[in-house]
């Protein structure tokens, strides 16, 4: 058999290692059927076959660069072998880990990442990818030790020095004893000579844009006056942050709830308060909340309970079973806050004709 064939062969073999893989892999996945035909697993899996090709041509060159190695290098036989035995073992780990894979897909998924794609199958065959790209990738670098690829370094020409890509950026260049005398200003001291080394261009350039800048700004801010200045500038952003307050409060008034409904003391919310117990409970309880058909108001005894989170529950939902209705969809939270907070100002003013009390004595 000649070489020829030897490494068709080896390639061939090196083929079927990664192939033998995928099916102890694949037979894990839950519903095979119907997740072969989604259209992300055939990109994938036309993904792994295009680097399970690339990985046979480069299996093949390397192949063939041990060859070349090894008659080109015989006196470094051992690191041949340290080379392709990294090689074999590289190979050998992507199967235990494609096994080890395969293990894990034969969990049952909780949320799927893709629709109609299961977690497991997905990471599965990334992972087969990625493994693929690794093995990729370490061919390649063994390709590369075999065949002793090297980056090859620029050499000048004879009696010119090599100018570095930072010289040509900052326009310097490096001096010998010859050129030096001629960069040489005449200024002396203690032993010290200085040069002609001029500023960078990147740094004159920034200095010119800095002074066009300074005369721009100067112009704009402090003559035209066409932008605000810094202080203009923060009384803007105080006013508007003002009104940005002020329509959060807004909103913020009707986000009151039984849980965080607190007793209202301001005159305009009181007033407000009594505005709408005159129209809509007076009725029932009295226009000084003496009691009529409902409760008095005004004395120790509640019904469901006098504290302010629990006066406001009584009007929100009302208390169907004694004839009072729920009036959360006629007032607004902020108006039941306000209507709670009338009735308990008006706790202990003694109206005329009280009605006798009822409920439960509870003392302020």
Request: glycine share 6%; net charge neutral.
């Given at each position: 058999m000649n070489k020829k064939s030897i490494t068709i062969t080896g390639s061939f073999l090196f083929i079927l290692c990664l192939l033998n893989s995928l099916p102890a892999a694949a037979q894990y996945k839950p519903t095979p059927p119907s997740e072969l035909g989604h259209p992300v697993v055939i990109v994938l899996l036309t993904v792994i076959v295009g680097l399970l090709i690339t990985i046979g041509i480069l299996g093949s060159a390397v192949l063939n660069a041990m060859e070349i190695y090894r008659e080109r290098v015989k006196s470094e036989k051992s690191k041949a072998i340290v080379s392709i035995a990294i090689l074999v073992l590289g190979i050998l780990s992507s199967?235990?880990?494609?096994?080890?894979d395969a293990a894990e897909a034969a969990k049952p998924a909780v949320t799927n990442i893709i629709s109609g794609l299961s977690d497991t199958s997905f990471y599965l065959l990334v992972t087969v990818i990625s493994l693929e790209i690794l093995i990729i990738i370490s061919l390649l670098y063994a390709l590369r030790v075999l065949l002793g690829i090297e980056r090859r370094k620029k050499v000048a020409a004879p009696g010119k020095p090599v100018v570095h890509w930072f010289e040509k950026l900052n326009k310097t260049k490096t001096l010998d004893a010859a050129?030096?005398?001629e960069e040489d200003m005449g200024h002396d001291y203690d032993g010290i000579r200085e040069l002609n080394n001029p500023t960078p261009p990147w740094w004159r350039w920034g200095f010119y844009c800095s002074i066009v800048f300074a005369v721009v700004y100067v112009w704009r801010f402090q003559i035209a006056h066409s932008a605000p200045s810094q202080l203009e500038e923060l009384a803007i952003a105080e006013?508007?942050?003002?009104?940005?307050?002020?329509?959060?409060?807004?909103?913020?008034?009707?986000?009151?709830?039984?849980?965080?409904?607190?007793?209202?003391?301001?005159?305009?919310?009181?007033?407000?308060?009594?505005?709408?117990?005159?129209?809509?409970?007076?009725?029932?309880?009295?226009?000084?909340?003496?009691?009529?058909v409902g409760p008095n108001l005004t004395d120790d005894y509640w019904l469901h309970g006098g504290q302010v989170k629990a006066v406001f529950t009584t009007i929100k939902y009302g208390v169907p079973e004694k004839g009072m209705k729920s009036w959360k969809d006629d007032f607004s939270p902020k108006q039941l806050a306000q209507l709670t907070s009338f009735i308990k100002s008006i706790h202990g003013s003694n109206p005329p004709n009280p009605k006798e009390s009822q409920g439960t004595l509870e003392k302020e």
């Amino acid at each position: 058999m000649n070489k020829k064939s030897i490494t068709i062969t080896g390639s061939f073999l090196f083929i079927l290692c990664l192939l033998n893989s995928l099916p102890a892999a694949a037979q894990y996945k839950p519903t095979p059927p119907s997740e072969l035909g989604h259209p992300v697993v055939i990109v994938l899996l036309t993904v792994i076959v295009g680097l399970l090709i690339t990985i046979g041509i480069l299996g093949s060159a390397v192949l063939n660069a041990m060859e070349i190695y090894r008659e080109r290098v015989k006196s470094e036989k051992s690191k041949a072998i340290v080379s392709i035995a990294i090689l074999v073992l590289g190979i050998l780990s992507s199967n235990n880990l494609l096994a080890q894979d395969a293990a894990e897909a034969a969990k049952p998924a909780v949320t799927n990442i893709i629709s109609g794609l299961s977690d497991t199958s997905f990471y599965l065959l990334v992972t087969v990818i990625s493994l693929e790209i690794l093995i990729i990738i370490s061919l390649l670098y063994a390709l590369r030790v075999l065949l002793g690829i090297e980056r090859r370094k620029k050499v000048a020409a004879p009696g010119k020095p090599v100018v570095h890509w930072f010289e040509k950026l900052n326009k310097t260049k490096t001096l010998d004893a010859a050129s030096e005398m001629e960069e040489d200003m005449g200024h002396d001291y203690d032993g010290i000579r200085e040069l002609n080394n001029p500023t960078p261009p990147w740094w004159r350039w920034g200095f010119y844009c800095s002074i066009v800048f300074a005369v721009v700004y100067v112009w704009r801010f402090q003559i035209a006056h066409s932008a605000p200045s810094q202080l203009e500038e923060l009384a803007i952003a105080e006013a508007s942050a003002a009104e940005a307050k002020e329509e959060y409060l807004k909103n913020a008034a009707n986000n009151i709830d039984e849980n965080n409904v607190t007793l209202l003391t301001g005159g305009d919310d009181i007033a407000a308060g009594q505005k709408l117990f005159s129209s809509n409970c007076a009725p029932c309880h009295g226009p000084q909340g003496q009691g009529v058909v409902g409760p008095n108001l005004t004395d120790d005894y509640w019904l469901h309970g006098g504290q302010v989170k629990a006066v406001f529950t009584t009007i929100k939902y009302g208390v169907p079973e004694k004839g009072m209705k729920s009036w959360k969809d006629d007032f607004s939270p902020k108006q039941l806050a306000q209507l709670t907070s009338f009735i308990k100002s008006i706790h202990g003013s003694n109206p005329p004709n009280p009605k006798e009390s009822q409920g439960t004595l509870e003392k302020e």
